[in-house]
């Protein structure tokens, strides 16, 4: 069983940067479809990035241009760069590693405020 740890988020300004980072032990992530969701305060949790086993990518409409989702399969980690981060993006982002099985790190909280 895979766990996944999520790390860098923090307060930023609107449009800044910030770079999350979700490490895996306890498996390999090269077998996962790896995701980023998140989740705002009385909203439901949303899908925000995906990259499968074979490097596709998705994305959610709101994100497209200024997120990207990439994994080092050597390094067993997967990161969600982000930029021109909008007040919006305030959420706990989930990193998540799928199979027929779905497992989650405890998120992190990316807060975008001035």
């Known amino acids: 069983q895979v766990q996944l740890v999520e790390s860098g988020g923090g307060l930023v300004q609107p449009g800044g940067s910030l770079r999350l980072s979700c490490a895996a032990s306890g498996g390999i992530i090269n077998i996962y479809n790896m995701a980023w969701y998140r989740q705002a305060t009385g909203k439901q949790r949303e899908l925000v990035a995906q990259i499968t086993t074979g490097g596709s990518t998705i994305y959610i409409d709101s994100v497209k241009g200024r997120f990207t989702i990439s994994r080092d399969n050597a390094k067993n980690t997967v990161y969600l760069q982000m930029s021109s981060l909008k007040p919006e993006d305030t959420a706990v982002y989930y990193c998540?590693?799928?199979?027929?099985?779905?497992?989650w790190g405890k998120g992190t909280l990316v807060t975008v405020s001035s």
């Open positions: 998540n590693a799928a199979d027929w099985r779905s497992f």
